[in-house]
Nanobody
Framework: QVQLVESGGGLVQAGGSLRLSCTAPGRTFSSYAMGWFRQAPGKEREFVAAISWSGGSTYYADSVEGRFTISRDFAKNTVYLQMNSLKPEDTAVYYC?????????????????WGQGTQVTVSS
């Protein structure tokens, strides 16, 4: 199975930026659509952003559109989530996920593989 690994989380000041990375060591997910999800304490995991297998299409949750950008680098087999203008309400554990469905999808059940999560904390 594909094992995803997230990195880049940390503590950032409100209004600041952070870039998360997602890789699959020893494997490729170039044929997968990819997504980012997040989960805050006491809340359900929610969709953040997704990118098609080709990288040609993206989709964002209303709460992050205009601030976050999902992208992928096929040469590096890496998916990124660039987060700008961060707000305290963005604080959560962020998860990378992969789906065999090549189009962008927003449902948790649509994804087949998940990373362990990386903590993002935004201070005010």
């Amino acid at each position: 199975q594909v094992q995803l690994v997230e990195s880049g989380g940390g503590l950032v000041q409100a209004g600041g930026s952070l870039r998360l990375s997602c890789t699959a060591p020893g494997r490729t997910f170039s044929s997968y659509a990819m997504g980012w999800f997040r989960q805050a304490p006491g809340k359900e995991r929610e969709f953040v952003a997704a990118i098609s297998w080709s990288g040609g299409s993206t989709y964002y949750a209303d709460s992050v559109e205009g601030r976050f950008t999902i992208s992928r680098d096929f040469a590096k087999n890496t998916v990124y989530l660039q987060m700008n203008s961060l707000k305290p309400e963005d604080t959560a554990v962020y998860y990378c996920a992969a789906t065999q469905y090549r189009a962008v999808v927003a449902g948790i059940a649509d994804y087949d593989y998940w990373g362990q999560g990386t903590q993002v904390t935004v201070s005010s």
